[in-house]
T-cell receptor
Framework: DAKTTQPTSMDCAEGRAANLPCNHS???????VYWYRQIHSQGPQYIIH???NNETNEMASLIITEDRKSSTLILPHATLRDTAVYYC????????????FGAGTTVTVRA | DSGVTQTPKHLITATGQRVTLRCSPR?????VYWYQQSLDQGLQFLIQ???????AKGNILERFSAQQFPDLHSELNLSSLELGDSALYFC??????????????FGEGSWLTVV
């Protein structure tokens, strides 16, 4: 699976958009980009995933660059409850669906 | 609520003992995964089962074992426990018959404290 690089931490003001970058320059053509988050000591929560097109759901938007070497997760209106560690993961589709988690980005939303 | 159920939520036991953690996957999910998260480490993949068969193995110690039963629930057995085994243990599930790019859903974890 391709390796990802994320900033260690970032702050965001409540009510503002939070833009979380992820670099995956070695991504291969059939790898998907997934985002998960983990609120303190809870189980990781799926947020969104995509292959090449931008995606949006009720939680967030995922913007993938045209060359697919980087992506940005956008939380449109951050709330205090969005404070969590956010993980960007890429993986090769196969019968083995395990996820490899890196260190992620610790996002702190401040009032 | 992800639909993945783990029991017990908290467990305190002594070194050298053996414990069993239980996981019920989402209804219809065939794959079960176990992850370990220690205080000073990230999420570490331990093992995956698919429809009762072991599918993939990660950094699982020989003192640990798992199985998936015909009703698809899974158990993670931890034996000869050491202080360093204190961690959060997560179970996750997915239905691998879904289209490529499907998601994995995690339970809320079992807190194991070894004293």
């Amino acid at each position: 699976d391709a390796k990802t690089t994320q900033p260690t931490s970032m702050d965001c003001a409540e009510g503002r958009a939070a833009n979380l970058p992820c670099n995956h320059s070695t991504i291969s053509g059939n790898e998907y980009v997934y985002w998960y988050r983990q609120i303190h000591s809870q189980g990781p929560q799926y947020i969104i995933h995509g292959l090449k097109n931008n995606e949006t759901n009720e939680m967030a938007s995922l913007i993938i660059t045209e060359d697919r070497k980087s992506s940005t997760l956008i939380l449109p209106h951050a709330t205090l409850r969005d404070t969590a560690v956010y993980y960007c993961i890429v993986r090769v589709p196969s019968n083995d669906y395990k996820l490899s988690f890196g260190a992620g980005t610790t996002v702190t939303v401040r009032a | 609520d992800s639909g993945v159920t783990q029991t017990p939520k908290h467990l305190i036991t002594a070194t050298g003992q053996r414990v069993t953690l239980r996981c019920s996957p989402r209804s219809g999910d065939l794959s079960v995964y176990w992850y370990q998260q220690s205080l000073d480490q990230g999420l570490q993949f331990l093992i995956q089962y698919y429809n009762g068969e072991e599918r993939a193995k990660g950094n699982i110690l020989e003192r640990f074992s798992a199985q998936q039963f015909p009703d698809l629930h899974s158990e993670l057995n931890l034996s000869s426990l050491e202080l360093g085994d204190s961690a959060l243990y997560f179970c996750a599930s997915t239905d691998s018959t879904e289209l490529l790019g499907n998601t994995i859903y995690f339970g809320e974890g079992s807190w194991l404290t070894v004293v």
